[in-house]
């Protein structure tokens, strides 16, 4: 039997809101107990002891938007190499994206990355599945069968079903199977540009993209859920009118979710002026305006989760003037400090930060995780939130160094990261 | 590239010119007067000077230009430079080296200058960090095209005897123009008052943010100006995707004699070329030899390239780098 015995750590389950002072025993994988008198009478027989020292131990974080470059793209980024970056930024979940070569839009494909994932990754990796064959956006996938294989929600991801009556049928469609419709928010006739359009791209003379872009899709997909049903998630919201938008229909009732990156969380448009491909992302980095309503919009419980968005680009499609560069940024390892700089600046509690990371994904997917809970795998993270440090692309996990986070200084990080109960990550300790 | 940091000339204190953003109006002034002198030069019958005996210019071209290559290529002959034109069809680019590739790939050669132009905003920004000599910006994207407001603002300053106060309409269409954004800020700094004219679908969201007033009837928008700058308007941007057709752009922002009137009496009138004769400009109101400025722009801009060129030289490092110096 392995055993291993976490003391003195600050426990926090966001589900639940229960924060405090004590123990958790780990047993073949399991969460066997936990809480503040826990190993009063002594530690168990041939436990590792992981002393925390007051530091929080929360469940492992839940990242529902990862793209890698496997299969057919491996240069770019593994399955393997993605699942360790993933540990590393204490993320013990990830949802990888559709947007491979070939398309995951078949029971087949989806087999495959769960099969590749289990034999070559160190976290947990579930499928986001194509939402239209070949990610063409005409013809819907079958989300039945692709449901029983594992998929856990149906995406174009970066690509957007732009028309009306695929989106009507499919959100009516997997309503009755209960299935999970994330859209990427952006019409597509209108995002035709490569940055937030503002006064600054005027000045910098690159094509925009309307803030419109978004909000016109978003708007159209409740309108057709209001008809539909099903369950409507937004991948990613950017601007202050979407958040207002989607207050509204959380208000009105309407099954609507979203999330947000971190890297919207932490930066805007000006970190574009000079021209950096590592900032041009989609949807764009937008006002300063937009960023702060996208925090309180997150505060206010209106954006339920938040996202890496990790998407590895290799130099080939980064180091190029800026039009021509790839749109993405990696995350996974960012995605924590990101969020983490929220809690220091006072705009969110830890708490709510955290279940935007956990239990609220897994709510949203339906994993039945992001808890600290007796029963529950023991996917859990011990996090520093106080050590001070600098990121440093060479020593990303990623082969992509396409980070928007270089060189910035950061307040707390992952310290070492547990997946149903096996150690994959201890900071400084390569393993 | 140690020694070019450690000692820049007071004269243009600058490596690059890469746009006309960061430029300072005592800059703007030098480069002008600088360019004064050149003026009088190329109108000798010797026209040669040494200034840039055995430096190495390079002409890097990804998008076709007649002119401005022209200009510059005579500009660098004058000052006595050895001068390279490349002209870089962007398909092959696109097909396989990037263009940090060719950048580097051309540096490795030890030019002193590079003139670069490319269709896209930021890319010259980009090679001027990856080189060791100085990068020239003759035109990116719809970003900049700072020797071009330098002639613009040479040719006014040489007719109207200053540039502070005057009332200046751009017209045409904006969005695409890196003639109106280095124009727009150059005036500005130098004291002038900026308008902008043309078709909303034409006009780059925020643009009243630059400090100009922004109009859409252009009777109005050139009423009381002094002068009035015309831009070329790609055939392809009038055939419905930004404004209907030809007929009814001419109609509206074509400039006649008619919308000429409503300027003062003394306005002139300016184009960055090629023009297009009946679409954005009439053909009287081109060759009128007592309101078109648009033959002394160009006279304008060989002379304003000799300055900048001239000007940036004196960054350069004179002595022999070690070997390897400036890998």
């Given at each position: 039997?392995?055993?291993?015995?976490?003391?003195?750590?600050?426990?926090?389950?966001?589900?639940?809101?229960?924060?405090?002072?004590?123990?958790?025993?780990?047993?073949?994988?399991?969460?066997?107990?936990?809480?503040?008198?826990?190993?009063?009478?002594?530690?168990?027989?041939?436990?590792?002891?992981?002393?925390?020292?007051?530091?929080?131990?929360?469940?492992?974080?839940?990242?529902?938007?990862?793209?890698?470059?496997?299969?057919?793209?491996?240069?770019?980024?593994?399955?393997?190499?993605?699942?360790?970056?993933?540990?590393?930024?204490?993320?013990?979940?990830?949802?990888?994206?559709?947007?491979?070569?070939?398309?995951?839009?078949?029971?087949?494909?989806?087999?495959?990355?769960?099969?590749?994932?289990?034999?070559?990754?160190?976290?947990?990796?579930?499928?986001?599945?194509?939402?239209?064959?070949?990610?063409?956006?005409?013809?819907?996938?079958?989300?039945?069968?692709?449901?029983?294989?594992?998929?856990?929600?149906?995406?174009?991801?970066?690509?957007?079903?732009?028309?009306?009556?695929?989106?009507?049928?499919?959100?009516?469609?997997?309503?009755?199977?209960?299935?999970?419709?994330?859209?990427?928010?952006?019409?597509?006739?209108?995002?035709?540009?490569?940055?937030?359009?503002?006064?600054?791209?005027?000045?910098?003379?690159?094509?925009?993209?309307?803030?419109?872009?978004?909000?016109?899709?978003?708007?159209?997909?409740?309108?057709?859920?209001?008809?539909?049903?099903?369950?409507?998630?937004?991948?990613?919201?950017?601007?202050?009118?979407?958040?207002?938008?989607?207050?509204?229909?959380?208000?009105?009732?309407?099954?609507?979710?979203?999330?947000?990156?971190?890297?919207?969380?932490?930066?805007?448009?000006?970190?574009?002026?000079?021209?950096?491909?590592?900032?041009?992302?989609?949807?764009?980095?937008?006002?300063?305006?937009?960023?702060?309503?996208?925090?309180?919009?997150?505060?206010?419980?209106?954006?339920?989760?938040?996202?890496?968005?990790?998407?590895?680009?290799?130099?080939?499609?980064?180091?190029?003037?800026?039009?021509?560069?790839?749109?993405?940024?990696?995350?996974?390892?960012?995605?924590?400090?990101?969020?983490?700089?929220?809690?220091?600046?006072?705009?969110?509690?830890?708490?709510?930060?955290?279940?935007?990371?956990?239990?609220?994904?897994?709510?949203?997917?339906?994993?039945?995780?992001?808890?600290?809970?007796?029963?529950?795998?023991?996917?859990?993270?011990?996090?520093?939130?106080?050590?001070?440090?600098?990121?440093?692309?060479?020593?990303?996990?990623?082969?992509?160094?396409?980070?928007?986070?270089?060189?910035?200084?950061?307040?707390?990080?992952?310290?070492?990261?547990?997946?149903?109960?096996?150690?994959?990550?201890?900071?400084?300790?390569?393993? | 590239?140690?020694?070019?940091?450690?000692?820049?000339?007071?004269?243009?204190?600058?490596?690059?010119?890469?746009?006309?953003?960061?430029?300072?109006?005592?800059?703007?002034?030098?480069?002008?007067?600088?360019?004064?002198?050149?003026?009088?030069?190329?109108?000798?019958?010797?026209?040669?000077?040494?200034?840039?005996?055995?430096?190495?210019?390079?002409?890097?071209?990804?998008?076709?230009?007649?002119?401005?290559?022209?200009?510059?290529?005579?500009?660098?002959?004058?000052?006595?430079?050895?001068?390279?034109?490349?002209?870089?069809?962007?398909?092959?680019?696109?097909?396989?080296?990037?263009?940090?590739?060719?950048?580097?790939?051309?540096?490795?050669?030890?030019?002193?200058?590079?003139?670069?132009?490319?269709?896209?905003?930021?890319?010259?920004?980009?090679?001027?960090?990856?080189?060791?000599?100085?990068?020239?910006?003759?035109?990116?994207?719809?970003?900049?095209?700072?020797?071009?407001?330098?002639?613009?603002?040479?040719?006014?300053?040489?007719?109207?005897?200053?540039?502070?106060?005057?009332?200046?309409?751009?017209?045409g269409?904006?969005?695409?123009?890196?003639?109106?954004?280095?124009?727009?800020?150059?005036?500005?700094?130098?004291?002038?008052?900026?308008?902008?004219?043309?078709?909303?679908?034409?006009?780059?969201?925020?643009?009243?943010?630059?400090?100009?007033?922004?109009?859409?009837?252009?009777?109005?928008?050139?009423?009381?100006?002094?002068?009035?700058?015309m831009l070329r308007l790609q055939l392809?941007?009038m055939?419905?995707?930004?404004?209907?057709?030809q007929r009814?752009y001419f109609h509206?922002y074509g400039l006649d004699y008619?919308?000429l009137?409503?300027?003062?009496?003394?306005?002139?009138v300016m184009h960055p070329g090629p023009m297009n004769r009946g679409v954005e400009i009439d053909s009287a109101v081109a060759d009128d030899?007592?309101r078109s400025?648009i033959r002394?722009?160009?006279?304008?801009?060989?002379?304003?390239?000799?300055?900048?060129?001239?000007?940036?030289?004196?960054?350069?490092?004179?002595?022999?780098?070690?070997?390897?110096?400036?890998?």
């Amino acid at each position: 039997m392995s055993r291993t015995a976490f003391i003195n750590a600050r426990l926090i389950d966001p589900a639940s809101g229960f924060e405090e002072r004590g123990n958790l025993l780990v047993e073949n994988g399991i969460i066997a107990d936990l809480g503040p008198a826990l190993f009063n009478d002594g530690l168990p027989d041939g436990a590792e002891v992981v002393d925390c020292n007051g530091r929080v131990l929360a469940p492992g974080l839940i990242d529902c938007r990862v793209f890698t470059g496997e299969p057919g793209a491996e240069h770019r980024e593994t399955l393997a190499l993605a699942s360790k970056a993933a540990a590393a930024g204490g993320v013990t979940t990830m949802i990888v994206m559709p947007n491979t070569n070939p398309v995951i839009d078949d029971v087949a494909l989806v087999d495959f990355i769960e099969r590749r994932a289990r034999d070559t990754g160190v976290v947990h990796v579930h499928t986001m599945a194509a939402l239209t064959k070949g990610l063409e956006g005409r013809e819907m996938t079958e989300f039945g069968l692709l449901l029983e294989a594992g998929a856990v929600g149906f995406t174009d991801g970066v690509k957007a079903v732009a028309n009306a009556q695929v989106m009507r049928r499919a959100l009516s469609y997997a309503g009755h199977l209960g299935a999970l419709i994330v859209q990427h928010a952006e019409e597509p006739t209108l995002a035709t540009g490569v940055m937030n359009e503002s006064e600054l791209a005027g000045r910098l003379g690159l094509a925009g993209i309307p803030a419109i872009a978004e909000t016109i899709m978003i708007e159209r997909d409740l309108r057709l859920l209001e008809t539909t049903g099903g369950r409507y998630h937004v991948a990613q919201v950017s601007c202050e009118a979407s958040v207002e938008i989607i207050r509204k229909a959380k208000t009105r009732g309407l099954p609507v979710t979203c999330g947000v990156s971190a890297a919207h969380l932490q930066l805007n448009e000006n970190d574009v002026q000079s021209y950096r491909t590592f900032f041009k992302l989609s949807p764009p980095l937008r006002a300063e305006q937009d960023r702060r309503a996208l925090v309180a919009g997150l505060a206010d419980g209106t954006i339920d989760v938040i996202v890496s968005s990790h998407d590895p680009r290799d130099p080939d499609v980064k180091r190029r003037p800026f039009a021509e560069a790839d749109f993405g940024a990696i995350g996974l390892e960012t995605l924590l400090p990101a969020a983490l700089a929220l809690v220091h600046n006072g705009d969110l509690p830890l708490g709510r930060m955290l279940a935007a990371l956990t239990c609220l994904p897994s709510d949203l997917l339906g994993l039945g995780r992001g808890r600290l809970v007796t029963g529950l795998p023991a996917d859990l993270v011990l996090i520093d939130t106080e050590v001070p440090w600098r990121l440093e692309a060479a020593n990303l996990k990623s082969i992509s160094k396409n980070t928007p986070f270089e060189d910035r200084l950061f307040q707390g990080r992952a310290i070492r990261t547990m997946v149903g109960g096996r150690t994959v990550y201890v900071q400084g300790e390569e393993r | 590239m140690t020694s070019a940091d450690k000692q820049l000339s007071p004269l243009f204190p600058h490596r690059h010119l890469l746009g006309i953003e960061g430029l300072s109006p005592s800059d703007i002034t030098a480069l002008l007067d600088l360019a004064d002198t050149y003026v009088e030069q190329n109108r000798q019958v010797d026209k040669k000077g040494s200034v840039l005996r055995g430096r190495t210019q390079i002409n890097l071209f990804f998008e076709a230009s007649t002119r401005t290559q022209s200009s510059f290529e005579l500009a660098g002959k004058r000052l006595g430079a050895d001068v390279m034109n490349m002209s870089v069809s962007s398909s092959s680019v696109k097909k396989g080296e990037t263009l940090i590739d060719t950048a580097v790939t051309l540096n490795a050669m030890h030019p002193d200058l590079i003139i670069i132009r490319h269709q896209n905003s930021g890319a010259v920004e980009l090679l001027s960090q990856k080189v060791s000599c100085s990068v020239i910006n003759a035109g990116d994207g719809a970003h900049e095209h700072p020797t071009q407001a330098l002639l613009d603002a040479l040719t006014i300053r040489r007719r109207k005897g200053k540039l502070q106060g005057l009332l200046v309409a751009i017209c045409g269409d904006i969005l695409h123009s890196r003639v109106a954004r280095s124009n727009i800020l150059l005036l500005n700094a130098m004291g002038a008052r900026v308008r902008v004219v043309g078709p909303p679908t034409l006009m780059p969201s925020g643009i009243e943010r630059l400090g100009v007033e922004v109009f859409h009837d252009m009777k109005k928008g050139l009423e009381g100006v002094d002068i009035v700058m015309m831009l070329r308007l790609q055939l392809e941007r009038m055939t419905g995707s930004y404004v209907p057709s030809q007929r009814e752009y001419f109609h509206f922002y074509g400039l006649d004699y008619a919308k000429l009137a409503h300027a003062k009496p003394d306005a002139l009138v300016m184009h960055p070329g090629p023009m297009n004769r009946g679409v954005e400009i009439d053909s009287a109101v081109a060759d009128d030899i007592d309101r078109s400025l648009i033959r002394e722009q160009v006279e304008m801009g060989v002379a304003v390239r000799m300055a900048v060129l001239d000007a940036l030289s004196r960054n350069l490092p004179n002595e022999l780098p070690l070997a390897g110096g400036r890998a």
